[in-house]
């Protein structure tokens, strides 16, 4: 079986003109298709054409556990809901009573092991930037020992000159992505659509792990591949130019083409990092809750010690970043500080999305029927070996990707078939399903990609 | 009549118990109390001690028309709404098929004359920074003329360097406040601890007019200095040593210590900046959406040609910015693009305010008991001198400030006879009542105001 029969097209007529209408007010140049919301169920979305598709993009991989949940309508239509939809406070300066409660038995009960604090966010980016902030805090608190801010801080920063605005870096990776932010964007080095003729901070990057498949195949050259790697971090977190407060690195990186290194590499960079009192950050924004089959992407590193921060959105539907050390606390209140500070009506859906998973062992699933997925992949690698390349994510859940030749034709002709896939990097298909996506849902995309694959 | 009974102490011992329990998972170290918003109702803010204060504040100037708002929970409560919540799409990819009909009724209802799109966002920081963004793709657009991006361009934007991430700067004003992102942060200057130890661009700011009051003893000698600010604003745009392709201004700077200019320091800044090519940013986060008697705060400068682009959030309870010139979409898509580009739930109850709003003429209302609140205030000023002083905001709706000696002992005398007020700058009380602050609450805060000035 297959998921549908042929579309004609896709867009459909009706899509079509709905995305014409809306580009008239808003850029809608990025449009796959428009969407009946109502319509669409667990892991399929329908579009306006009443076309019906296997979705595993999930916009953008951040859809947690399927259209229309049936536990996440019921937190939506809940009295605290309404409240925080239609009272939404300065949450630093006015929290709800019911806020600490919340947090507790929401969003922390996913901390990840050794982080135990919280400071909620409304995006990815901005998520990391705030980790940022708090990375070059820490990094200047620990100059000033217990030495109060001088008045020459004081007054330079108004100019954005040092002292109180200093040169420090944030060190990320080649190919990474971690958000559009000013600082983030920095920190971006994924493709040129997202940086091009936006002011950046002279900020180093690291060569990423650049693996090659099958890893069984290539264990030495891939071991070196990532010694090299790490060298060159030593290296830069020595001889910048400035001082490196933190580096970031996602556990898969996505945007990037889902590039992934061994534990060896990320427990290297750990070690690295905790010598030389850099924050080590993990960017969690795609590969935390239940993705990876680990409720978080790091879990696989199993390090000695926990990164500093991990910052987190996407699933969440809400943003933000744990930490542990109290030192990462600002040393005055309204330093880390903004208005709203994350919104209390997206974190109350986050905490019925951690139920949801929790309570139906969504991570497990996650992680079984990706072995599944996997091994059915494999195979098809196997029959179509110049179609399908470098497969990747074994052992990561549904976090499973593969080259293709022509990965723009490639979706548009599994869409044809009924099933909506995104790409990544520059020859990448990169499979996202939801957390429900299960055992039912692979031959649905197998097939169709057999389909596909046998028509090319 | 004063607003409540004498309140022992603010916080009380409910909400410091709560406040300090919060403390050990977020930081609460700003929290001024904590609040039981089910009580909470219309202009009034009860905390979990009981006290009720009459909120002139609200939550940052950030509560349009009320706690727990009839209409604004109808809204909360439709299947729109619940459907927003629970399938939060990625905008830009996969828009509902109501999109375009959210945004045309609702924020497109209060776009400010000239400006007839809209990108959407999740706060006045990001907002801010997506307008930084479209100015520095424009600004390229224009000297690139029709040619395409540069091999040399996509290669060296990876790296954060020229030609690709060229040096180009914001230019904004002295004590200003546009944000905490790393860009909006390099262009905010109002206090240190918004600014110190991070990073940030060196970009240029101008002085802004430093009025003196009472306006009509001064009207020479503040024409002057206005004068003065442009004459720098200009040399600033000539000389600094990149190229300027912004500049941003709050129509009264909020976070600074409401200041104020003339339209005509306004009108001369827009004839500059045209003359320039360079755009003109307003920043109306806390004067947007009918705080100054106008729906939009720049309508007071009665400009022949509107602002480029015009940035909202707060009273919204969504972000955005809204723009007119079609050359402010970039020349391809996903360019100025994120995953969530803003929530369509915030965009929905956003549009219940608009409705709200409108409906019940809430920006005439506020221009008619911000006349009625003036008079009394400067009765006050004229017995009180010493402690009322630069009193500010005549004809500027309820956007009314002025100075005293000890702001926070004010703050807090106030708070303890039941009036939720606040501070901005360095010596300024700032009201921020909600729009529905109508002609009865008006002798509750000038008899609290009185009963504490005269207890000085």
Redesign the interface.
């Known amino acids: 079986m297959t998921a549908s029969a042929l579309i004609d097209q896709v867009p459909g007529p009706v899509s079509k003109a ?2 014409d ?2 580009n008239t ?14 319509k ?1 169920e667990g892991t399929y ?1 329908v579009d ?1 054409d009443g076309n019906k598709y296997l979705d595993v993009y999930s ?2 991989a ?2 947690p556990v399927g ?3 049936a536990a ?2 019921a937190a ?2 809940s009295p605290a ?3 925080a ?6 949450i ?6 019911q ?2 409660d919340v ?2 038995n929401g969003l ?1 009960r996913a901390a990840p092991r050794g982080l ?5 966010a ?5 998520a990391n ?1 705030l980790a ?2 708090a990375a ?2 820490l ?3 620990k100059q000033r020992a217990a030495g109060a ?1 001088t008045p020459e ?3 330079s ?5 040092a002292p ?6 944030i060190l990320s990776f ?1 190919r990474s992505f971690h ?6 964007l ?1 920190t971006t ?1 994924s493709k ?12 180093p ?1 690291a060569p990423f792990p650049q693996l090659q498949y099958p890893l069984e195949k290539h264990a030495a050259r891939n071991a070196a591949e990532e010694a090299r790697c790490l060298a060159r971090v030593e290296e830069l977190l020595q001889t910048w130019r400035c001082p490196v407060a933190a580096v970031i690195v996602e556990p898969v990186q996505s945007e990037g083409g889902d590039n992934h290194a061994s534990p060896a590499f990320f427990q290297g960079l750990r070690a690295l990092t905790a010598r030389r009192g850099v924050c080590l950050i993990a960017d969690e924004v795609q590969t935390g809750f239940g993705a990876t089959g680990r409720f978080w992407g790091h879990e696989h590193w199993r390090l000695p010690a926990p990164p500093d921060m991990v910052t987190f ?2 699933k969440a ?1 809400t943003a933000g970043y744990f930490f542990g050390n109290p030192l990462l ?1 600002p040393d ?9 500070i994350g ?1 209390p ?2 974190v109350l ?1 986050c905490k019925a999305v951690i139920e949801e998973i929790l309570d139906n062992n969504l991570v497990e699933q996650c992680a079984r029927v990706g072995d599944v997925l996997y091994a059915e992949l494999e195979k098809l690698a196997v029959k179509y070996p110049a179609e399908i390349r470098d497969l990747r994510g074994k052992g990561q859940g549904t976090f499973i990707a593969f080259d293709v030749e022509d990965p723009v034709g490639f979706v548009a002709a599994m869409k044809k078939r009924g099933v909506n896939i995104g790409t990544c990097g520059v020859s990448t298909v990169r499979l996202r399903p939801m957390l429900i996506f299960d055992e039912t849902h692979v031959p649905v995309l197998i097939n169709t990609m057999e389909a596909v694959l046998s028509a090319l």
Chains 1, 2 share one sequence.
């Open positions: 709905a995305s209408k809306l007010v808003f850029d809608a140049r990025a449009v796959h298709f428009v969407v009946d919301y109502d669409s979305i306006v916009q953008i951040s859809i259209y229309n949940n996440l309508a939506a239509k809901m309404i409240s939809l239609i009272n939404r406070p300065a630093g300066n006015y929290p709800s009573a806020w600490h947090l507790q922390l135990d604090k919280i400071f909620t409304q995006s990815g980016s901005e930037e940022y902030k070059f805090m990094y200047r608190r801010w801080e004081v007054s920063c108004l100019d954005n000159a109180g605005s200093p040169d420090l870096a080649a958000g559009r932010g000013f600082g983030s920095s080095r040129a659509v997202h940086k091009l003729d936006i002011p950046a901070f002279d900020w990057q959105s996407k539907q606390v005055q209140a309204y330093r880390q500080f903004n208005t709203w919104d009506a997206r859906l």
